[in-house]
């Protein structure tokens, strides 16, 4: 299995982008009932989890993307998407995706999406 994130790039402070990230190998039976989450790491910081989505499409957010980040999934495709507005310089990062919880059958988390965001 391999979790391929795409969509990042370098942006302003207020724009937008839209992450996607494919579980690549997995199949679907195995995709859909897992509760699936999006993940940053800062420069100089622990990775963090930000968003996650329920197999019922359930949402969850840290407060601090919470009202500006949406989290969405779909199955068909065994993908997730991070729709990120009003982005601001502390969302800087490199993202990824990955299940919830992390345990030791969780798949490597790939090389996630460089986001800068620019003041």
């Known amino acids: 299995v391999q979790l391929q994130a795409s969509g990042g790039g370098s942006v302003q402070a207020g724009g937008s982008l839209r992450l996607s990230c494919t579980a690549s190998?997995?199949?679907?039976?195995?995709?859909?009932?897992?509760?699936w989450g999006w993940y940053r790491q800062a420069p100089g910081k622990e990775r963090e989890l930000i968003a996650s989505?329920?197999?019922?499409?359930?949402?969850n957010y840290r407060d601090s993307v919470n009202g500006r980040f949406t989290m969405s999934r779909d199955n068909a495709r065994k993908r997730v998407y991070l729709q990120m507005n009003a982005l601001n310089s502390e969302d800087t990062a490199v993202y990824y995706c990955?299940?919830?919880?992390?345990?030791?059958?969780?798949?490597?988390w790939g090389q996630g999406t460089q986001v800068t965001v620019s003041s």
């Open positions: 990955n299940v919830l919880p992390l345990g030791d059958d969780a798949p490597d």
């Open positions: 190998g997995m199949i679907t039976s195995v995709f859909n009932p897992k509760t």
């Open positions: 989505i329920s197999r019922e499409g359930i949402t």
